[in-house]
């Protein structure tokens, strides 16, 4: 069972940057489709971004421009970087694995990591 672990929330001002890490357990990370998710207050989680297996990288459209998702293989790592943020990305940000050769969606998640964007 692998184990995903983020990093890199916390208090942010609006307009700020952060990245979020997440660590992956195991081998053969770079195997897997990955992505980042989100859960806004009152709402249900969503997609941020996906990064495939080849590298192919997606971030959903309204965030295009300010959030960029990326992979370091050797580090079995992967990143969101988020920059000019606003109050409306105040989320928990979940990372995930799909599962191997599936589209991302169903798999592992790490348990979350809180980012909240406020003056």
């Known amino acids: 069972q692998v184990q995903l672990v983020e990093s890199g929330g916390g208090l942010v001002q609006p307009g700020g940057s952060l990245r979020l890490s997440c660590v992956a357990s195991?081998?053969?990370?770079?195997?897997?489709?990955m992505a980042w998710y989100r859960q806004r207050p009152g709402n249900e989680r969503e997609l941020v971004a996906e990064?495939?297996?080849?590298?192919?990288?997606k971030v959903v459209d309204s965030l295009k421009g300010r959030f960029k998702i990326s992979r370091d293989t050797a580090k079995q790592t992967l990143y969101l970087q988020m920059n000019n943020l606003t109050p409306n990305d105040t989320a928990v940000y979940y990372c995930?694995?799909?599962?191997?050769?599936?589209?991302?969606?169903?798999?592992?998640w790490g348990q979350g990591i809180q980012v909240t964007v406020s003056s």
């Open positions: 195991g081998s053969l990370f770079a195997v897997y489709n």
């Open positions: 995930h694995r799909a599962r191997f050769q599936q589209p991302v969606g169903v798999g592992s």
């Open positions: 990064i495939s297996s080849g590298g192919v990288e």
